[in-house]
């Protein structure tokens, strides 16, 4: 089955710099890639995915990016607020496979 | 986010005794998931649906169970069989039984001693 890897489990940047996460999955197959962002004790909430016919998606502050040879994804969140600071969650799936794996979270802080 | 709904947002239940936890939606979805998170874990999967009457095992589906009686409806029974029952239980569900889009319920915090 898939398995998705997410770097750094932590991050702390200073208010207006730029945040990045990586992620890796290993199924080259994948072709959907969500990122979620949780607030503490709330629901997951999708921000922002991409699909395997792309390169990159914006919207507004918030960017991904995907390389397909090298398998991996990145969340991208300039000009950072405090609003930000929460965990955010990358995942994949495949098209036979009818679920989202997911890594283990990065928790960001935004410093002010 | 809203069309989901998980009840309660909070439950206890002493050690040995089934429970079963609540989750609705009217957002017309074919699949629905049921993921369960502990204390600075991610989201693991327990069980899911892409359509009425038929569930699949997900990572961890030891000990629980579902049912898929009706499109909306998608509840899970935690069984005494469940080593560790307390946790942060989600539902989730997505459009055309694909994973893609999952939108999120807004949790049950369960609490067993």
């Known amino acids: 089955g898939e398995n998705v890897e997410q770097h750094p489990s932590t991050l702390s940047v200073q208010e207006g710099d730029s945040a990045v996460i990586k992620c890796t999955y290993s199924d080259s197959a994948s072709n959907y890639f969500p990122w979620y962002k949780q607030e503490l004790g709330k629901r997951p909430q999708l921000i922002i995915d991409i699909r395997s016919n792309v390169g990159e998606k914006k919207d507004q502050r918030i960017a991904v990016t995907l390389n397909k040879t090298a398998k991996h994804f990145s969340l991208h969140i300039t000009e950072t607020q405090p609003e930000d600071s929460a965990v955010y969650f990358c995942a994949a799936s495949s098209p036979n496979d009818y679920k989202l794996s997911f890594g283990a979270g990065t928790t960001v802080t935004v410093r002010a | 986010d809203g069309g989901i709904t998980q009840s309660p947002k909070y439950l206890f239940r002493k050690e040995g005794q089934n429970v079963t936890l609540s989750c609705e939606q009217n957002?017309?979805?074919?699949?629905m998931y049921w993921y369960r998170q502990d204390p600075g874990q991610g989201l693991r999967l327990i069980y899911y649906?892409?359509?009425?009457?038929?569930?699949q095992k997900g990572d961890i589906a030891e000990g629980y169970s579902v049912s898929r009686e009706k499109k909306e409806s998608f509840p899970l029974t935690v069984t005494s069989a469940q080593k560790n029952p307390t946790a942060f239980y989600l539902c989730?569900?997505?459009?055309?039984?694909?994973?893609?889009?999952?939108?999120f319920g807004p949790g049950t915090r369960l609490t067993v001693t």
């Open positions: 989730a569900s997505s459009i055309g039984g694909t994973a893609y889009e999952q939108y």
């Open positions: 649906s892409q359509i009425v009457n038929d569930f």
């Open positions: 957002l017309n979805h074919d699949a």
